[in-house]
């Protein structure tokens, strides 16, 4: 069993920067797929970002802004949010899965979820 905690998470404004931590324990997690999802009132959960088998992957519309990474001895992995925009306000959720295959983006592939970390951005 993984247990993942989401903090970092915060009422910022438009423009600046914020770090999200995810904190796995339960399980070692050098060998999982890794990802942040996010769900904005009334919509659906999207993909943001992944880490698997040593690839990232970036949804469109935080490539370049946006940054994963993880470190494995603290079994802890990071979004890294610049510039942050009007649009980006979320509960933002990290997963994990022990299959490197585990499609990145889809989050119906992953087996265990935190329970989100809320971020609101005001212009």
């Known amino acids: 069993q993984v247990q993942l905690v989401e903090s970092g998470g915060g009422a910022v404004q438009a423009g600046v920067s914020l770090r999200l931590s995810c904190a796995a324990s339960?399980?070692?997690?050098?060998?999982?797929?890794m990802g942040w999802f996010r769900q904005a009132p009334g919509k659906e959960r999207e993909f943001v970002a992944s880490w698997s088998g040593g690839f990232t992957y970036y949804a469109d519309n935080v490539k370049g802004r946006f940054t994963i990474s993880r470190e494995n001895a603290k079994n802890t992995m990071y979004l890294q949010m610049n510039s942050l925009k009007p649009e980006d306000p979320a509960v933002y959720y990290c997963?994990?899965?022990?299959?490197?295959?585990?499609?990145?983006?889809?989050?119906?592939?992953?087996?265990?979820w935190g329970q989100g970390t809320e971020v609101t951005v005001s212009s």
């Open positions: 339960g399980r070692t997690f050098i060998t999982y797929a």
């Open positions: 997963a994990a899965s022990p299959n490197l295959n585990t499609p990145p983006r889809v989050g119906g592939a992953y087996d265990y």
